[in-house]
């Protein structure tokens, strides 16, 4: 079976500093991986995805993510944070080869960017 | 593109009343949509997968004679919370999927049961 863990449930920063959002996942088969960020009272937008390739991806809006195999993180990040980044995290798997509609969710991240 | 729209966007029922929540793919066709359930400050649990044709699978736990589901087109999806109590409150959110296995959120029915 799969898992996601998010190690912080909250990450208090301030504005303009860098930021990492951690994520490990458990899975014994290949499996794709995706950061999902959730406003106020909105539903979730697909930040980022890894299907395969490069380990490392990026959104259009600065945070990057690195699939490490090794490690089954899949930690986010972003050197430089803004007031507007403030809402939850999610991060999410699914198998890649079978089963493939199920996404796993972590139980999120709440960035909190102060100036 | 991959838009989803969810409507309506809250709603407020009297307990033992029946609720529909629509779910749209608006410039897509999604044969695969999910239901979703969200509690304040919590992660989603999925309640269900929708195929379009066909019944839908819901997750253990779930009382499908509660939460009833249809996907009649490639892009409507309907949830119906049947005699809705006020443990039904919560946030309700579905997804419809795309080509590589992403899913697309609608941005989610708040209901209240009073």
């Known amino acids: 079976a799969q898992s996601v863990t998010q190690l912080d449930s909250q990450v208090p920063v301030f504005e303009e500093a860098p930021v990492e959002l951690r994520c490990n996942y458990s899975?014994?088969?290949?499996?794709?991986l995706f950061w999902y960020v959730q406003y106020p009272n909105q539903g979730l937008q697909l930040l980022l995805k890894?299907?395969?390739?490069?380990?490392l991806v990026e959104s259009i809006n600065g945070f990057e993510a690195e699939f490490n195999k090794s490690q089954t993180s899949f930690h986010l990040r972003k050197p430089s944070v803004h007031i507007s980044d403030t809402a939850e995290y999610f991060c999410a798997v699914s198998h890649s080869t079978y089963n493939t509609d199920k996404l796993i969710f972590g139980t999120g991240t709440r960035l909190q960017v102060f100036p | 593109g991959a838009v989803v729209s969810q409507h309506p966007s809250w709603v407020i029922c009297k307990s033992g009343t029946s609720v529909k929540i629509e779910c749209r793919s608006l410039d897509f066709q999604a044969t695969t949509m999910f239901w979703y359930r969200q509690f304040p400050k919590q992660s989603l649990m999925l309640m269900a997968t929708s195929n379009e044709g066909s019944k839908a699978t819901y997750e253990q736990g779930v009382e499908k004679d509660k939460f009833l589901i249809n996907h009649a087109s490639l892009t409507l999806s309907t949830l119906t919370v049947t005699s809705a109590h006020p443990e039904d409150s919560s946030f309700y959110i579905c997804?419809?999927?795309?080509?590589?296995?992403?899913?697309?959120f609608g941005p989610g029915t708040r209901l209240t049961v009073l």
């Open positions: 997804s419809a999927q795309g080509v590589y296995n992403e899913q697309f």
């Open positions: 890894y299907l395969s390739g490069s380990t």
């Open positions: 899975s014994s088969v290949s499996v794709y």
